[in-house]
């Protein structure tokens, strides 16, 4: 037997669909293991990332290994520092990449919440310390700024892996300029080896050197940055609108300030895009898709996934109506109302 709903819970939208966020998500992420990671706009930049950090060190590797022929009671552990820079800088990049920034979900159109200040009511449509990312679009708590690099959003829920991955990278980029000055040194005083058997190695070692000077001048404006940021509890946006810059009302104090950003806990999602949608929620995005074509930046596969589960909204509505049994303890004026659920459903849309 159908479950009967009144008009009441229909108009509202608490009837949830079999239809997961994901699949018809109104922004623009993109999705992997059926929504459970997410990234932005731009994965192909993420990617490029990706590949311009792992293949310098990758080739350090080989050149520690295979490119030195004699054996060094350095070269252990130079191997072993690599390697752990390399593995911790990967897990932060994508970490932060994958996470969810702090996204708020989304309200349907026409739920706005009010509150009375000084005996009025006044339209209560955002949070404290909320902005919106104009590439996504999401809302996000104290959204700091959107990281074209790591293709994401750099959140409340993400920023610690961020700066953390920032250290990291700076770290490694350090380390694999003194490395590559420790393996050129170490081929020139060996006495059984000459330079021209190695030109290949020491020629590599002065790329990698470069590469991770590069590394490390970029990467240092942005921690200096960022510790100034999070001194003054700031994000970069308001830094560089100038937005409380002279009166912060969130300063705690420096202490406290890398205490809140470190120190507690992860706020949890507002939502999981692999939450299913209610019906309210879908007919907000079917009306974005046909009415206000600004309102919408879903990719195609989300807008035909939207009329495909908006059609089977509606033809199960009626589907639903002539199933009702007529039971005697089904009232009367329940069964009338139920017959016009349809045209109250669907009046915010026609």
């Given at each position: 037997?159908?479950?009967?709903?009144?008009?009441?819970?229909?108009?509202?939208?608490?009837?949830?669909?079999?239809?997961?966020?994901?699949?018809?998500?109104?922004?623009?992420?993109?999705?992997?293991?059926?929504?459970?990671?997410?990234?932005?706009?731009?994965?192909?930049?993420?990617?490029?990332?990706?590949?311009?950090?792992?293949?310098?060190?990758?080739?350090?590797?080989?050149?520690?290994?295979?490119?030195?022929?004699?054996?060094?009671?350095?070269?252990?552990?130079?191997?072993?520092?690599?390697?752990?820079?390399?593995?911790?800088?990967?897990?932060?990049?994508?970490?932060?990449?994958?996470?969810?920034?702090?996204?708020?979900?989304?309200?349907?159109f026409?739920?706005?919440?009010?509150?009375?200040?000084?005996?009025?009511?006044?339209?209560?449509?955002?949070?404290?310390?909320?902005?919106?990312?104009?590439?996504?679009?999401?809302?996000?708590?104290?959204?700091?700024?959107?990281?074209?690099?790591?293709?994401?959003?750099?959140?409340?829920?993400?920023?610690?892996?961020?700066?953390?991955?920032?250290?990291?990278?700076?770290?490694?980029?350090?380390?694999?300029?003194?490395?590559?000055?420790?393996?050129?040194?170490?081929?020139?005083?060996?006495?059984?080896?000459?330079?021209?058997?190695?030109?290949?190695?020491?020629?590599?070692?002065?790329?990698?050197?470069f590469?991770?000077?590069?590394?490390?001048?970029?990467?240092?404006?942005?921690?200096?940055?960022?510790?100034?940021l999070?001194?003054?509890?700031?994000?970069?946006?308001?830094?560089?609108?100038?937005?409380?810059?002279?009166?912060?009302?969130?300063?705690?104090?420096?202490?406290?300030n890398w205490?809140?950003?470190?120190?507690?806990?992860?706020?949890?999602?507002?939502?999981?895009?692999?939450?299913?949608?209610?019906?309210?929620?879908?007919?907000s995005?079917?009306?974005?898709?046909?009415?206000?074509?600004?309102?919408?930046?879903?990719?195609?596969?989300?807008?035909?996934?939207?009329?495909e589960?908006?059609?089977?909204?509606?033809?199960?509505?009626?589907?639903?109506?002539?199933?009702?049994?007529?039971?005697?303890?089904?009232?009367l004026?329940?069964?009338?109302?139920?017959?016009?659920?349809?045209?109250?459903?669907?009046?915010?849309?026609?």
């Amino acid at each position: 037997m159908n479950k009967i709903y009144s008009s009441v819970e229909r108009d509202i939208g608490f009837i949830k669909t079999k239809t997961r966020f994901y699949q018809v998500n109104p922004g623009n992420n993109y999705f992997c293991c059926s929504g459970l990671f997410s990234t932005g706009s731009s994965p192909k930049k993420l990617i490029i990332t990706t590949v311009f950090y792992n293949i310098p060190i990758i080739l350090f590797i080989n050149i520690l290994i295979f490119g030195l022929s004699f054996s060094s009671s350095k070269r252990n552990w130079l191997i072993f520092v690599t390697v752990f820079f390399w593995i911790l800088t990967n897990i932060t990049l994508f970490t932060t990449s994958l996470m969810d920034p702090g996204r708020i979900r989304r309200n349907p159109f026409e739920s706005t919440t009010f509150f009375k200040a000084h005996g009025e009511e006044i339209e209560k449509d955002f949070y404290l310390n909320e902005m919106t990312c104009l590439k996504l679009p999401f809302c996000e708590m104290a959204l700091d700024h959107h990281c074209d690099w790591l293709g994401t959003d750099i959140g409340i829920r993400n920023y610690r892996f961020f700066f953390s991955f920032l250290i990291s990278f700076f770290l490694n980029g350090i380390f694999l300029m003194i490395a590559s000055v420790l393996v050129i040194v170490e081929i020139i005083q060996v006495k059984k080896s000459t330079i021209k058997s190695h030109v290949l190695t020491i020629l590599g070692s002065v790329f990698i050197f470069f590469i991770a000077a590069l590394f490390v001048i970029v990467v240092s404006r942005l921690i200096k940055l960022h510790i100034k940021l999070i001194s003054r509890n700031l994000t970069t946006r308001e830094f560089y609108k100038g937005a409380g810059i002279e009166n912060n009302p969130f300063d705690k104090g420096c202490c406290a300030n890398w205490k809140e950003k470190f120190c507690t806990k992860i706020p949890p999602k507002d939502f999981s895009f692999r939450d299913f949608v209610t019906e309210k929620e879908l007919k907000s995005f079917h009306f974005q898709l046909t009415e206000t074509q600004k309102g919408f930046s879903g990719s195609l596969k989300a807008k035909k996934k939207i009329e495909e589960k908006y059609s089977e909204l509606t033809n199960s509505y009626q589907i639903e109506i002539e199933s009702i049994p007529t039971a005697e303890w089904i009232p009367l004026d329940l069964v009338h109302e139920w017959n016009n659920t349809e045209d109250e459903a669907f009046q915010e849309i026609r």
